[in-house]
């Protein structure tokens, strides 16, 4: 078994967090989330131990902008929205083992502990530095102004998402001061055209005292750091060109209404725990809590003596906050490890524009399956086809259509065929050969699906092949048996609902393991058929679409 096998070893996988304004669209699954889930499964079916935990990031300052425009408390904005990212995710199998709400009375507690104490070893550590810098703040607002108890008032800093610009790096459009499109991480005094978002109000600057990150030894411990758990030069050289500029260094709290407040000589009144660094990490420390109750281990994966590997995904919008925020901030106090591993991904567009929840451009997880009536297994597949690891992608809608037809149909005729050479009610040895294929296939995506080498869509792109050589590899009983193991063995971690099926109808027991190879190859006794993946037209799939995408 060799390479196949994972025995022995654990991993801690925990998603980034999603801001709970509004729900899981696949923009959000296509980048950091899918890819966790196939990772997930990856290591289960090797024999290792894999858990899957994140948290709401229910104190981001979008929660706070979409009560005020909804007119409900942010409270009401966090838990509505908490359920319905849960609801998506499972939509497209997606299985967290579970995902935390802070607002919940569970949590609240243990998550306020746990960032504060965070927060303060690194302040004790000697790792912090108090900073006054001009912000902006709101000089007056426009008679008749959208006004509640909610947004800022006048003589209040204008900051994260009540704030507009340009980015000073590539004079993108962009609220808050971190720019989704180049990854770059400023101060709001950076901006081009500062002004206010959501409401109307004039700004001026004034001088605010925030406390920031000031890691000893500078840049160079934090790349030597980077080095070890990022193996993307694309996404260090977003950090190398910050850090040219700032340093070790970034916001660690930030003037808020709404958030884990922190009170400090020197610091300005009104700051809370800044959501893209020290309260970034946190969120997954908590989720590292979770972790010990669910496994029985009594000691959180990120301590500094834990042997669990742990693994974040991100997009290149939370580039900094991860690289500089999250890894400076673990090597800032000496409870907690760094990361392990970090798996990162570029923007996914809808049809070459962003996913937009304001302007309706977007397709939720749920809806894709439940109103689009895409099957699942399908969509995982082209998502992972079509993803956005090395580029920027895009979600086009008769690509996926095409792409949903075309390799369900493939994978339905290859199936019914190896199905069709297998003896009823009798057990057939697997053959040899397409063993040994097998396990040079398996050996590949399982280079493919390690943390520092990994390649979504080589990944996925294993599974095709082997569809298409399907012809070739069931001409006999003892190949069609092999060809059906490997193909759950290969999907499983795309495709799992189909992957599970094809495994039990083989004849075998639990899900797909490499370990069924390992003690010489199992029977393959045929039990039950193997349905067909369904066909959609694109009338069924625009129930999901946005009405400007429909045709």
């Not at 989330?33 to 300052?61: F, N, P, Q, W």
């Not at 660094?277 to 590292?288: E, F, K, N, R, Y």
Request: some cysteine; glycine content about 8%; aromatic content about 8%.
């Amino acid at each position: 078994m060799g390479p196949l096998s994972l025995e022995g070893q654990e991993f801690f996988l925990t998603p980034v967090c999603l801001v709970p304004n509004g729900r899981a669209h696949l923009g959000h699954i296509a980048g950091p989330l899918l890819k966790m889930d196939v990772l997930r499964r990856h290591v289960l079916r090797g024999g290792g131990r894999a858990t899957m935990i994140s948290v709401s990031d229910a104190h981001e300052s979008h929660v706070l902008v979409r009560a005020h425009q909804d007119g409900v408390t942010p409270e009401e904005v966090a838990n509505r929205n908490h359920r319905l990212i849960r609801n998506d995710l499972a939509a497209l199998d997606i299985a967290y083992d579970d995902l935390l709400n802070p607002l919940d009375a569970t949590w609240a507690q243990r998550y306020a502990e746990v960032n504060r104490d965070f927060l303060t070893e690194i302040v004790e550590q000697g790792s912090t530095t108090v900073r006054t810098e001009p912000m902006p703040v709101l000089d007056s607002e426009a008679a008749g102004a959208h006004s509640t108890s909610l947004r800022p008032r006048v003589d209040e800093a204008v900051v994260s998402g009540w704030l507009k610009g340009r980015c000073p790096h590539c004079a993108q459009p962009l609220v808050g001061f971190f720019c989704e499109s180049c990854g770059g991480h400023f101060s709001p005094s950076q901006m081009i055209d500062p002004a206010t978002a959501h409401f109307d109000g004039e700004l001026r600057f004034d001088d605010i005292a925030s406390l920031y990150l000031d890691l000893p030894g500078g840049p160079e411990r934090l790349r030597e750091a980077l080095a070890e758990i990022c193996k993307r030069p694309d996404f260090l050289a977003i950090a190398d060109r910050y850090m040219a500029v700032n340093g070790a260094s970034i916001r660690l709290t930030v003037p808020s209404r709404w958030g884990l407040p922190w009170e400090e000589d020197g610091v300005s009144p009104g700051q809370v725990i800044f959501s893209y660094s020290a309260l970034l990490i946190g969120c997954h420390l908590v989720a590292g809590e979770r972790y010990k109750e669910i496994t029985g281990s009594g000691m959180n994966p990120f301590r500094r003596d834990s042997r669990v590997r742990t693994v974040i995904s991100f997009g290149i919008d939370n580039a900094i906050p991860f690289m500089v925020g999250a890894v400076g901030c673990g090597l800032g106090q000496k409870t907690y490890k760094p990361v392990d591993s970090l798996l990162v991904n570029y923007f996914y567009d809808l049809e070459g524009s962003k996913f937009s929840t304001s302007r309706g451009h977007v397709i939720w997880g749920g809806d894709i399956v439940s109103l689009g009536q895409a099957e699942s297994d399908l969509t995982r597949a082209y998502l992972c086809f079509r993803n956005p690891e090395f580029t920027r992608s895009a979600f086009q809608a008769e690509e996926f259509l095409s792409f949903h037809n075309e390799v369900g149909a493939r994978v339905s005729d290859a199936l019914a065929s190896a199905a069709e050479r297998l003896p009823a009610d009798t057990a057939t040895a697997p053959s040899p050969e397409v063993l040994r294929a097998l396990t040079r296939t398996l050996e590949h995506q399982t280079g493919m699906l390690d943390p520092d080498t990994f390649h979504l869509s080589a990944a996925w792109s294993c599974v095709e092949q082997w569809i298409d050589c399907a012809p070739a590899l069931t001409a006999t009983p003892e190949a069609a048996a092999a060809w059906l193991l490997g193909f759950a063995l290969l999907a499983a971690p795309v495709m799992p609902a189909r992957a599970q099926q094809v495994w039990e109808a083989a004849g075998q027991s639990g899900s797909p393991n490499v370990a069924a190879l390992r003690d010489g190859p199992p029977r393959v006794t045929p039990r039950g058929g193997m349905p067909r993946l369904r066909t959609l037209t694109r009338g069924q799939l625009n129930a999901c679409l946005p009405a400007t995408l429909h045709k």
